[in-house]
C-alpha cells in the first residue's frame, strides 16, 4: 500500500514512507493498491475536486454523516459510488453480474438497434462499515 499526499495533507499523516503526491496523481488510474490523498475545507469542495479530477468509475466518502453521504452520493458524476466502503467492490461478479468482460464509464454505450434496457443509465450507491474487499 502506497499513501501519496497532497499540500495539507502532509501535515496529517507523519509517515516517511508517505509519497508527497502531485496534481498529476488526481487524474491518475493507478490500477495498484496506491492512494492519494488531499484535505480540502468542505464537502462542496471535496464534490468539485472529484468530479473534475475523477474517472466517473468509482468514488468514495467516509464520514459519519448521512446528510454529506446524501449530498455526496447524489452529487458524484460516478457509475458507483461509496459510503464507508471500497472501490475496490466495483467489480460484475462481486455485484452479482457474473464475469465483467468489460467497464464502461460514459453515460450511454450502446450501439446499434436499442431497446429500453439500452436507453438506461444505472448509478449503484453503495453504503457500508469499513467493508473492504481482499
Do not use: W
Not at 47 to 61: L, P, V, Y
Not at 109 to 134: D, F, S, W
Amino acid at each position: 500500500m502506497e499513501i501519496r499526499a497532497y499540500g495539507r495533507a502532509c501535515t496529517f499523516i507523519n509517515d516517511p514512507k508517505i509519497v508527497k503526491a502531485t496534481e498529476e496523481d488526481f487524474y491518475t488510474e493507478y490500477d495498484d493498491l496506491i492512494i492519494s490523498v488531499k484535505v480540502v475545507d468542505s464537502l462542496q469542495e471535496a464534490i468539485g475536486f472529484i468530479n473534475e479530477h475523477n474517472t466517473k468509475h468509482s468514488e468514495a466518502i467516509i464520514t459519519e454523516s448521512l446528510s454529506a453521504s446524501d449530498e455526496f452520493s447524489a452529487k458524484i458524476d460516478a457509475a458507483c459510488v461509496y459510503t464507508n466502503a471500497s472501490t475496490r467492490f466495483t467489480d460484475g461478479e462481486e455485484f452479482g453480474f457474473g464475469a465483467e468482460i468489460g467497464i464502461s464509464t460514459g453515460k450511454l454505450h450502446a450501439r446499434g438497434p436499442m431497446g429500453l434496457n439500452e436507453l438506461t443509465c444505472v448509478k449503484y450507491v453503495i453504503t457500508g462499515n469499513g467493508q473492504i474487499r481482499k
